[in-house]
T-cell receptor, first 117, second 114 residues
Framework: GAGVSQSPRYKVAKRGQDVALRCDPI?????LFWYQQALGQGPEFLTY????????KSGLPSDRFFAERPEGSVSTLKIQRTQQEDSAVYLC???????????????FGPGTRLTVL | GDSVTQMEGPVTLSEEAFLTINCTYT??????LFWYVQYPGEGLQLLLK?????DKGSNKGFEATYRKETTSFHLEKGSVQVSDSAVYFC?????????????FGGGTRVLVKP
């Protein structure tokens, strides 16, 4: 079976442009997470979906960041009016069970590397 | 707040050497603890986990024991191989939250030379 996939793998944007990053989780996985990984750092949580419901968006750094998962499968992270500080790798992860279950494993995609010029 | 501190790299070793990567955490409640590994050009993969105190996680020759008294989860391997060259991340779930999201350390780059 396929793992988590993300597209595009690389994205270069000019400052001020809008970008959309796509995540295809493992089929049937109810939980979906987005993380942001700055160069040389560990990933940091952005937002969480359980099916189509966005239950936690506390990690989104500003109102320029928006995520959706309208049918409970594919998710899109959108960044409006990109800034240089948005340059990072954006990771998507999915899990087969709700996040309230302790110890559940998250499966990560390869990430999208966003560079804002 | 919740946080993870792990030793900074890079760590450079010769093949068959002993590897230890220290990890300590600060959390309320009873977190679940993880080690993730990122091989060059690949995504994050779960290496091992432990969900309660004194549990030992193990995989691919790596081990880590959940030490509640020292709030630590150090990663060890007795004899490393060149193929173990990667970035290792310690992470945890807080354990008492509506949404268990992973909190990661900054990562430790390990380079094993033949």
């Amino acid at each position: 079976g396929a793992g988590v996939s993300q597209s595009p793998r690389y994205k270069v944007a000019k400052r001020g442009q809008d970008v959309a990053l796509r995540c295809d989780p493992i089929s049937g996985h109810v939980s979906l997470f987005w993380y942001q990984q700055a160069l040389g750092q560990g990933p940091e949580f952005l937002t969480y979906f359980q099916n189509e419901a966005q239950l936690d968006k506390s990690g989104l750094p500003s109102d320029r960041f928006f995520a959706e998962r309208p049918e409970g499968s594919v998710s899109t992270l959108k960044i409006q009016r990109t800034q240089q500080e948005d340059s990072a790798v954006y990771l998507c992860a999915s899990s087969s069970i709700p996040s309230t279950v302790l110890g559940n494993e998250q499966f990560f995609g390869p990430g999208t590397r966003l560079t804002v010029l | 707040g919740d946080s993870v501190t792990q030793m900074e790299g890079p760590v450079t070793l010769s093949e068959e050497a002993f590897l230890t990567i220290n990890c300590t955490y600060t959390a309320t409640g009873y977190p679940s603890l993880f080690w993730y590994v990122q091989y060059p050009g690949e995504g994050l993969q779960l290496l091992l986990k432990a969900t309660k105190a004194d549990d030992k996680g193990s995989n691919k020759g790596f081990e880590a024991t959940y030490r509640k008294e020292t709030t630590s989860f150090h990663l060890e391997k007795g004899s490393v191989q060149v193929s173990d060259s990667a970035v290792y991340f310690c992470a945890f779930y807080p354990g008492e939250a509506a949404v268990n999201k992973l909190t990661f350390g900054g990562g430790t780059r390990v380079l094993v030379k033949p």
